[in-house]
């Protein structure tokens, strides 16, 4: 303590100062405290009030994020059923065309099977009619060979005139025997 007592009388020595109210340093320090203190005052104001500017508008933008984010969680939950109504439909739209197609492939089928009895009744008839075309067409030409058999018979054992008559009235008579 003592050489601090003895810097300070040295400086008292060397500056004349002989207390420290008298030392500019001092009076410079005062009046920057009351200038700080007088400019706190008024810049205090608008510092708290840029402050409370900036703390209402993040509270603004919190709020405006509050209700964006509760209108894209409702967005994602319409979203989301939305998604599960498409779903449901899908698997509707699946089954329908699942049933559609069975039952198209049913009937196409039993098409087929009707359409191929249908062409086996058409081939069974066209079948028996040529059976039955080719029936008269051997009875015709019989009847024709017979006809002229029995012709060349009745005209070598008969005369022409009567063998003539004869021929004529079993033409005649010979559509009503074959049948």
């Given at each position: ?129 040529a059976e039955e075309q080719a029936r008269r067409e051997v009875q015709a030409t019989a009847?024709?060979?017979a006809v002229a058999a029995a012709r060349r018979i009745i005209r070598d054992s008969l ?21």
């Open positions: 303590m003592l050489a601090h007592a003895q810097m300070v009388e040295g400086q008292e020595a060397a500056y004349g100062y002989a207390h420290f109210w008298e030392d500019p340093t001092f009076w410079v320090l005062v009046a920057t405290v009351i200038f700080v203190a007088l400019v706190w005052r008024k810049a205090r104001a608008a510092i708290l009030g840029g402050l409370d500017a900036r703390i209402e508008r993040v509270r603004t933008e919190i709020d405006d994020a509050e209700k964006l984010k509760v209108e894209a969680q409702e967005m994602l939950a319409e979203a989301k059923r939305k998604q599960a109504e498409a779903e449901k439909q899908t698997e509707a739209i699946r089954r329908h065309a699942q049933e559609e197609a069975t039952r198209l492939s049913e009937r196409v089928t039993r098409n087929l099977e009707e359409t191929l009895k249908r062409r086996e009744r058409q081939a069974r008839d066209r079948i028996a009619q009847a024709d060979v005369g022409a005139e009567k063998a003539r008559v004869l021929v004529d009235a079993s033409i005649r008579e010979l559509p009503e025997k074959l049948h």
